[in-house]
Each structure stands twice: as C-alpha cells, then as structure tokens.
C-alpha cells in the first residue's frame, strides 16, 4: 500500500512538501517515483530515485522539484518550490508499479 500525503491549494510561487510511505508486502523496493495527471491529459514522470538515490527529472520541474528518499522507512518525498499553475495536477506515488491514490495539487492565485 502506498499512501500520499502533502497536497493542497497554493499561490504561484509557493512550496509544497508530498510525502509518500510504502507499507505492506513492500520489499527492497529499487526505484519510487512521482507522477502527476492534469485533467485532459496523460499522466506524465515527474521524477525518480532509486536505492542509490540516483535521481531523475522530467525538464519542466528541474531545477525547482526535489525528489528524497529514506530506502530504510521506504519512504518518498517531493519538495516543490516557485510552484506553477501548470504545475497543478494529481500527484501519484509508485513503486514497484504499485499506485497510491493521488493527492490534489492546485496552483491559483
């Protein structure tokens, strides 16, 4: 099971902080990922870290998302900094392509 955490409503230029735990039959998981969905459109990588904390960006966040992980807790997070409104979507949680439920982000002014 994977449970997202940290969504909400900012202002453009905001931070926000989504967190993600793995419980269950959860084992040496490689690589935690964060995706997010915008209504109309697919669902897109927004980055990656695997066991070695080698990270991966897609080019609209670099430079203002951060992805961490604690491997021990199998815990994901994503720091996001001068949010956007095109920032706003659903944000997903995966590892091991297994899914959270999403967790709302929205950037309005």
């Known amino acids: 099971q994977l449970v997202e955490s940290g969504g909400g409503l900012v202002q453009p230029g905001e931070s926000l902080r989504l967190s993600c735990e793995a419980s269950?039959?959860?084992?040496?998981?490689?690589?935690m990922a964060w995706h997010r969905q915008a209504p109309g459109k697919q669902r897109e990588l927004v980055a990656s870290?695997?066991?070695?904390?080698?990270?991966h960006y897609a080019d609209s966040v670099k430079g203002r998302f951060t992805i961490s992980r604690d491997v021990a807790r199998n815990t994901v997070a994503l720091q996001m900094n001068s949010l956007k409104p095109e920032d706003t979507a659903v944000y997903y949680c995966?590892?091991?392509?297994?899914w959270g439920q999403g967790t709302q982000v929205t950037v309005s002014s």
């Open positions: 995966e590892a091991d392509a297994s």
């Open positions: 269950g039959s959860f084992f040496s998981i490689d690589t």
């Open positions: 870290i695997d066991r070695r904390r080698i990270t």
